[in-house]
């Protein structure tokens, strides 16, 4: 039976891309879950000789019904999904006293809201396939650091889900935490605090690739049957 059906948001740049990548790389059929339609048709092409398959969706996972749409689509096409990976987020970083609610709004709406709907598309189906719930948390899912109050509750709320599936569908569902650090992509670039922008700018561009987060996800993986990956916390090497 095929086990590499898998449903990825936010899968045009970033971790999801570079995961979207390395598991279509690996012979994965992925459905790609995004808003930027150029990026995915690009991607999509880049992987045409692959050995696996890219299936793009444009839509946005504040949408709930183009995430609905996208994972019947995938589920009729496939016969079923082994995995999800509700990767679309962001971060605004800003000291609370500064906090812009739309900016806080924002955070909650993609990086819990999307993740709900995304999981409560694809759960039932996961759970019939005895599938894999990767779910993309951060340090901040653990710590909680100046400047970044709500995004870290955000990522503290995604860690309860985790959490949360892997006791209630203990039997059906393997579910695992990705925790990176500092990732070497667009991220910081949200930040509409000039300053706070400038200062930690050098910190991502040191961090550690997408490409590295995403072989740790396909570790995750490809444990199957042997283990499950709980958590796994990434963070730059420094030396």
């Known amino acids: 039976m095929n086990h590499n059906r898998i449903f990825i948001t936010g899968a045009s740049s970033g971790i999801g891309a570079a995961t979207a990548r390395t598991l279509v790389n690996k012979g994965w059929q992925v459905a790609a879950f995004a808003r930027n339609a150029a990026a995915l048709e690009a991607l999509k092409s880049e992987l045409a000789e692959a050995t696996g398959t890219l299936m793009p969706f444009v839509g946005d996972v504040t949408d709930p019904e183009s995430v609905i749409a996208a994972v019947e ?16 987020g962001l971060g605004y970083f800003d000291p609370l006293p500064q906090g812009k609610l739309a900016e806080w709004h924002e955070m909650v709406n993609i990086n819990i809201n999307g993740v709900l709907t995304t999981l409560h ?5 996961l759970a019939a396939n ?13 710590q909680v650091f100046p400047n970044s109050g709500v995004y870290c509750a955000t990522k503290h709320a995604v860690l309860a889900l985790s959490e949360s599936i892997r006791l209630e569908y203990r039997n059906d569902v393997a579910v695992t935490t990705i925790n990176p650090g500092a990732v070497n992509t667009a991220f910081i670039d949200k930040t509409t605090n000039e300053s706070l922008r400038a200062d930690y700018r050098p ?21 199957r049957g042997r283990g499950v990956f709980s958590e796994i916390t990434l963070r730059p090497d420094r030396r």
């Open 73 to 88: 689509q995938a589920v009729s096409e496939w016969g079923g999904l082994d995995a999800v990976i509700p990767n679309a």
């Open 121 to 125: 598309a694809t759960l039932p189906v």
């Open 130 to 142: 005895k599938g894999h719930v990767i779910n993309i948390g951060s340090l901040a899912a653990r």
């Open 203 to 223: 910190q991502f561009d040191e961090g550690m690739t997408a490409e590295f987060v995403a072989d740790a996800i396909a570790t995750a993986l490809e444990a």
